[in-house]
């Protein structure tokens, strides 16, 4: 019997071509045909969300050639981890608008770095104007899958960041049901309390393959479930009716096969995983080939044991290898 095909997810648009979270990145992937487009938030100073993989934003734009804000280089701990760089939170949304997009990875991905400082930074409003406007122009729907980040860290600095996605989503028009929207996070008391706001949404708990969510550690410390425990049969029980599903890291599902699948979709709960990239660098050894961290390994082979497993959903950095790959 053939498998289902899982939705094939533009992970930050599509950075194995151009700078993650930029606007080419994101009209790249709705070109190369992907399911939905995934968009990570933070906040600023002034309660804008803007869309960072991470608030620490020195590896991703060109902060640093900007000597007005030297001064605001600092060290801070980050759901326990210290991190020194330059923090949107510590930046107004005009301060950050002229700011310029790099790639993350250069040496990797040079290529992509060819594209570094041509791009602003993107607000959450614009990327969802972005995927409304591509969903038009291509014919056919197009969705979100919003990140949250860091939404402990956020609210003990004061920016709760439920109230500011549940303005934004409103505002944008995609908190009506008519738009395909699906909110994920790595701490599930932030989805809750969006759930209880009534966004219509699927609701998607991200899981590490090792350590304990950060919310749970700040509220119960030592006695916090890790993730693995929340993926065991009896944490999957405690998940139905809370989420819709889980999206756990790949590493998950290379080493549990179907099992780890199974068990979520006997609960009714959907299943995707992170991330499908084709360089050596992120392969599992043994799928990894000569030429360097940057060159693409026998990717198709382990790409075919994650499909194997039956999951719902996969993400990307390379759209057109994903939609080719994945898609029945």
Not at 300 to 305: F, G, Q, V
């Amino acid at each position: 019997m053939p498998r289902r095909s899982p939705l094939v997810i533009g992970h930050r648009g599509a950075p194995g071509y151009r700078p993650e979270h930029s606007r080419s990145s994101y009209e790249l992937a709705l070109a190369m045909g992907v399911d939905a487009v995934e968009p990570d938030v933070v906040a600023t100073r002034d309660g804008v969300l803007v869309v960072r993989h991470e608030n620490e934003i020195s590896g991703t734009t060109d902060i640093a050639d900007h000597p007005e804000y030297a001064d605001r280089r600092t060290t801070k701990k980050i759901d326990g981890v210290s991190l020194t760089g330059w923090f949107t939170e510590d930046f107004t949304w005009d301060e950050l608008s002229v700011l310029l997009c790099r790639e993350r990875l250069p040496e990797i991905r040079p290529a992509s770095a060819s594209f570094d400082d041509t791009q602003p930074l993107l607000r959450l409003t614009d990327l969802l104007d972005l995927v409304r406007e591509g969903s038009l122009a291509h014919g056919r729907e197009i969705g979100v899958i919003l990140e949250i980040k860091h939404a402990t860290y956020f609210a003990s600095i004061g920016l709760d960041l439920a109230p500011l996605i549940e303005r934004d989503l409103r505002t944008a028009g995609w908190a009506d049901g008519e738009h395909p929207l699906t909110i994920e996070a790595f701490e599930s008391t932030v989805l809750a309390d969006l759930r209880a706001r009534s966004i219509p949404a699927s609701y998607i708990y991200l899981i590490e393959s090792t350590g304990k969510p950060f919310d749970q550690v700040a509220q119960h410390g030592r006695a916090a479930l890790t993730y693995a425990a929340t993926v065991s049969p009896r944490g999957l029980d405690a998940l139905v009716g809370v989420v819709d599903g889980i999206s756990v890291s790949k590493r998950m599902l290379l080493k549990r096969g179907r099992t780890l699948v199974d068990d979520a979709h006997a609960r009714g709960l959907r299943v995707f995983t992170w991330t499908a990239r084709p360089e050596n660098a992120f392969l599992a050894g043994d799928y990894r080939a000569l030429g360097g961290k940057g060159a693409f390994g026998d990717y198709e082979s382990e790409w075919e044991a994650i499909a194997r497993t039956g999951i719902d959903g996969v993400f990307v950095d390379h759209p057109d290898l994903g939609v080719a790959f994945f898609r029945e």
